[in-house]
């Protein structure tokens, strides 16, 4: 049974950087073809694909915010992690972590975790 | 970059009835191994996205078969029929056939008439 749940700051200030968690189970980033993908949401609004990790180590992200962003990974931990840095009012959205394949896309999704961005 | 237009924004509809969502992309997703990576997801209120059909027609796990996805090239319907309380929420297209640029189209809401 694959399970992700997100984890961060709830609040933080403009300029800061966004550190988030995601933790799993059920897969491992480590076999071929699995990947954590990161998407957020705007409250009221659509969804936004962030970054992908996958199990070779590769890494992408979208152009429109490609330099403010990182992806990482602890294979032996379970977990992943995106940093968004210069983090502005824009940036307020749920970010949701989901287990990711290339031919099926985002199969199983967390829970979300609301960010804020507030002076 | 690859476009996702979705139509119509919102969808009134009936318990028991059937509707249509279109998703349309700027390019094809005709991927070079032959495969065309368009999917759909239903986010409920309050809820996660979830996964109803990947690769344009397959339905996911556990996904009832009220649900059905066709189209090719640049045009893709999902169907839902004998619409339930359950399917209302936020339907959401994705492609990844660009990859590794993975584009959401706007969302189509489908709310009780």
Redesign the interface.
């Known amino acids: 049974q694959v399970t992700l749940k997100e984890s961060g700051p709830g609040i933080l200030q403009p300029s800061h950087t966004l550190s988030l968690t995601c933790s799993f189970s059920g897969f491992s980033l480590s076999t071929y073809g699995m990947g954590v993908s990161w998407i957020r949401q705007p409250s009221g609004k659509g969804l936004e694909w962030l970054a992908s990790i996958w199990w070779n180590g590769n890494t992408y992200n979208n152009p429109s915010l490609k330099s403010r962003l990182t992806v990482s990974k602890d294979t032996s931990n379970n977990q992943a992690f995106l940093k968004v840095t210069s983090v502005d009012t824009a940036d307020t959205a749920t970010y949701y972590c989901a287990h990711t394949r290339l031919k099926l896309g985002f199969d199983y999704w967390g829970q979300g975790v609301m960010v804020t961005v507030s002076s | 970059?690859v476009l996702m237009t979705q139509t119509p924004v919102s969808l009134p509809v009936s318990l028991g009835g059937q509707v249509s969502i279109s998703c349309r992309s700027s390019q094809s997703l005709v991927h070079s191994d032959g495969?065309t990576?368009l999917?759909w997801?239903l986010?409920k209120p309050g809820q996660?996205?979830?996964?109803l059909i990947?690769?344009v027609s397959n339905r996911?796990s556990g996904v009832p078969d009220r649900f059905s996805g066709s189209g090719s090239g640049t045009d893709f319907t999902l169907k839902i029929s004998r619409v339930e309380p359950e399917d209302l929420g936020v339907y959401?297209c994705?492609q990844?056939t660009h990859?590794?640029?993975?584009?959401?189209?706007?969302?189509t809401k489908l709310e009780l008439k």
């Open positions: 970059d495969n990576y999917h997801y986010q996660s996205p979830q996964l990947y690769r996911f959401y994705l990844s990859f590794p640029t993975w584009t959401f189209g706007g969302g």
